[in-house]
């Protein structure tokens, strides 16, 4: 039987002196940068004056996370007839990856495990789950595994822990439940196989509490995962007949409690999305992150942080073609990254091997339509793809990440000044800082000038690893042209360039250790109190501000915790702590921690915003607002921001609107009366609303320009 296809789907300068107790500046944009000139680093004088194309700016003061041990991972499936060959072990080891999923998508929710059996799917032979493990093993990863919620029940689920943990000691440590099961069928559209008479987001959310206590009544270290919607992907948005809330929402406000990640998937389009169009979307994949965890924190509140996000399946396309060629190596690259830096935990390549699809020419090459790493070694016609686990373009893309860092290592912020060259880096453990640049352009190279602040390198050459048209696999460079200060990728291409850091810089030359996590203690409409786990060695602490590549001091104090003033009504801020020792010498960054303040709640005015109704790509949404002063407002004007650049105003009744870039400016209508003090009258207005990714609402509203409460 040929190979399931996806289903488709709709569419630092010296250190300022310090007081003894905290001080906090003001707010963050007007603050200047705590690092001097001295601390930004081009390593050396170029030879070569001629302009660059690019700028790239790292930062290593600006931590973006640590690698996981799961950070890069694929897919499995029970189909698959060359799963378990010892190539795959191999070939999935030396690029570093860390966990593998099973049993393969949707065939999760027909899947047996006892019996080994898919009631109408197709089980290759050698695929059972002892024989899986054996190839995670092999390449020393983790399985991460999906209970099947379609056909199965807790207790079925608890056996396969039992075996797993227990009988067999797999120490089998991530579990899902279920795998796109808001695709049942409730919504209209229905792939994912599920013979629950309740199809509904409440139905599941019930079930996930009842697996969670079976499953961890066998094992209580196990993480069980619950699936949610991409925000911005169908049915996102969505409410069916009778739920209280779309799909995540409704599922998120019952099961915080018991589960430990959930689980998203993202897939650029459908079959005729290409790598390009694909990578120029993963501009979104950030907000789209932003708002999982914002939907966490107000489902799970301080409990937030404990629950982790999973990518667990991603490609350009939902399959069809334009898969194989060097474009989706560099998406490949591309979506490990960004996604990685921007709150996921893992993230899954759809997936191992997948067999050919629709046979198409793409940079000279021919792309077989195959959403697998490897190949199968299928055909279309008279075209067959090259022998079984032959790997394909988006293998050493993921590849080409492990190049960059490994578990333990931190991501750190990377900004590039050209739209066709992206930039990751990872600051290493043993000093090195690594940095990624994908080259988009398929027929110019582009020289990057590269600028660092925190980390100044030392005068060796670095060591650069490339992947570029010509090359059978990630290859060395040493042709000496490359600099800790400027580098050339080529077309299409992509460079990893390591730097050893000047003996006595850095966070290794610091006595103090690396703060703890901060936390966000309470958080007002104006005010931010943080805190954190003290390092060891730490004279004092500076808590700094980051957008982009760029970071500014905001707080610093010599206890742990500080509270930052001045803050914007409504407001988003990142920030890291970094602890100095006696010397003003920096350790290495905090995690980062991300906030926003909300509204104040003894203004003179309120607004209320409800989405009345959604379709994943737009809305209806209705404003009210009251005049809380003790005189008559007459002539209102009310005005917002959208949270992301993606969402507008199509049209509206009750009132005149008006939008330039996020801004939306709404008129009271002609005649209209005069809004009563002390809410004594309401003005309402709706509009029809678009969305090109997530829709999360906007987090502050203001009447005739003074900030209300609500929102």
């Not at 990856?97 to 089980?123: C, K, L, N, Q």
């Amino acid at each position: 039987m040929p190979p399931l296809r996806r289903p488709g789907r709709p569419a630092a300068a010296g250190p300022r002196p310090l007081a003894r107790t905290a001080t906090v500046l003001a707010a963050a944009l007007a603050l200047l940068p705590l690092l001097g000139a001295a601390d930004v680093a081009p390593a050396a004088p170029r030879a070569d004056p001629a302009a660059a194309d690019v700028a790239v700016r790292v930062n290593t003061q600006a931590s973006l996370g640590r690698l996981s041990d799961v950070a890069r991972g694929v897919n499995a499936a029970i189909w698959d007839s060359h799963m378990n060959d010892p190539e795959v072990a191999t070939l999935m080891k030396a690029a570093d990856v860390g966990a593998m999923r099973y049993p393969g998508g949707s065939y999760a929710d027909i899947y047996h495990w006892e019996t080994h059996t898919a009631p109408g799917g197709y089980v290759a032979p050698g695929t059972g789950f002892d024989s899986f493990m054996g190839t995670v093993r092999a390449t020393g990863a983790q399985p991460i595994l999906i209970a099947n919620y379609g056909s199965g029940t807790p207790e079925e689920a608890a056996g396969w822990v039992r075996y797993a943990n227990v009988t067999k000691d797999y120490g089998a440590k991530y579990w899902e439940i279920g795998n796109e099961i808001y695709g049942n069928g409730h919504y209209g559209n229905g792939w994912e196989h599920d013979d629950h008479e309740d199809k509904s987001p409440r139905e599941y959310a019930r079930q996930v509490r009842a697996y969670a206590k079976a499953m961890k009544a066998v094992d209580p270290t196990i993480k069980i995962g619950a699936v949610l919607t991409t925000p911005g992907h169908w049915p996102d948005g969505v409410v069916g007949e009778g739920d209280p809330g779309d799909w995540n929402h409704t599922v998120l406000s019952e099961v915080t409690d018991v589960i430990d990640f959930v689980s998203v998937h993202w897939y650029a389009g459908g079959s005729d999305t290409t790598a390009e169009d694909a990578m120029a979307r993963l501009t979104g994949l950030p907000g789209e992150l932003r708002e999982v965890r914002a939907q966490l924190d107000r489902h799970a509140g301080a409990d937030s942080p404990r629950i982790g996000i999973a990518l667990t399946e991603i490609n350009t396309n939902t399959g069809g073609a334009r898969l194989t060629a060097r474009p989706n190596g560099l998406f490949a690259a591309d979506a490990f990254m960004t996604a990685l830096e921007n709150g996921v935990f893992t993230v899954d390549w759809w997936d191992t091997h997948n067999g050919a699809g629709r046979i198409t020419t793409v940079d000279g090459e021919t792309d077989y339509g195959d959403m697998g790493m490897l190949s199968s070694g299928t055909c279309t016609g008279d075209v067959c793809e090259p022998s079984p686990n032959t790997p394909f373009h988006p293998y050493y893309g993921m590849k080409m990440t492990g190049e960059l860092g490994t578990a333990g290592d931190t991501m750190v912020a990377a900004a590039s000044s050209g739209q066709d060259v992206s930039a990751h880096a990872v600051h290493r453990r043993d000093g090195r800082l690594s940095v990624l640049l994908i080259n988009k352009d398929p027929d110019a190279a582009r020289t990057v000038d590269l600028a660092y602040t925190g980390f100044t390198p030392s005068a060796a050459a670095p060591e650069v690893s490339r992947y570029a048209r010509g090359d059978s696999d990630i290859t060395d460079v040493t042709d000496g042209e490359a600099s800790a200060s400027r580098v050339t990728v080529p077309p299409y291409g992509m460079l990893t360039v390591t730097l050893a850091p000047k003996a006595g810089t850095g966070p290794g030359a610091s006595a103090a250790g690396t703060p703890g996590d901060p936390r966000a203690e309470a958080v007002t409409d104006t005010t931010a109190r943080l805190s954190w786990d003290g390092a060891q060695g730490a004279a004092r602490y500076l808590v700094q501000a980051r957008d982009g590549a760029h970071t500014w001091v905001v707080g610093e104090t010599t206890g742990t915790s500080v509270t930052l003033r001045n803050l914007p009504p409504g407001s988003t801020h990142t920030v890291n702590v970094l602890a100095s020792d006696a010397s003003g010498r920096l350790s290495a960054p905090s995690a980062p921690l991300t906030f926003t303040t909300g509204t104040p709640p003894d203004a003179a005015c309120a607004v209320t915003y409800r989405r009345d109704t959604s379709w994943g790509n737009g809305f209806v949404a209705t404003v009210t607002v009251r005049n809380l002063s003790d005189v008559p407002i007459t002539g209102w004007t009310v005005d917002w921001d959208w949270p992301t650049d993606r969402q507008s105003v199509s049209s509206g009744w009750n009132a005149t609107f008006h939008q330039t870039g996020r801004h939306v400016r709404v008129t009271a209508p002609e005649g209209a009366g005069p809004l009563a003090p002390d809410g004594g009258s309401t003005a309402s207005f709706g509009f029809v609303g678009g969305n090109d990714g997530p829709n999360p609402d906007p987090t502050v509203f203001r009447l005739n320009g003074s900030v209300c409460s609500g929102g």
